[in-house]
């Protein structure tokens, strides 16, 4: 029923694991040139890689409060940490309250 935004955050969750896999390599391989224009090289591709990285956490956060927002039961979190009857200020706390959720606000 509302699976657009599950699997955009499930793409999310994937894009950010492997722009930041990116981001470590090209830093990584950065520190290791003698050459000054290939190691500005490196470093301007982990620094691409680090703000994809960062777009999509931010995209994967987004993704989570509309979920837990409009009551998306059928996505796990949502079931086991909100409820309707929740007023808004317990509605938001929500979003760290479960492990996922702790993990993707410490990702900031």
Known sequence: MHYFIGNLGHFLVILSF?????AFFAYFK??????IQEKEAWLQNGKIS???HAL???????????IIAN???EYHYAYSH???KLPTYYLISTF???QEGSF?????
């Open 18 to 22: 492997i722009a930041s896999l990116a």
């Open 30 to 35: 950065a520190t290791g040139k003698e050459d």
């Open 50 to 52: 680090f703000y994809v």
């Open 56 to 66: 999509a956490v931010l995209g994967i956060s987004v993704t989570l409060f509309i």
């Open 71 to 73: 009551h998306y039961f």
């Open 82 to 84: 909100s409820d309707k």
């Open 96 to 98: 760290w309250n479960g």
């Open 104 to 108: 993707l606000l410490w990702m900031f």
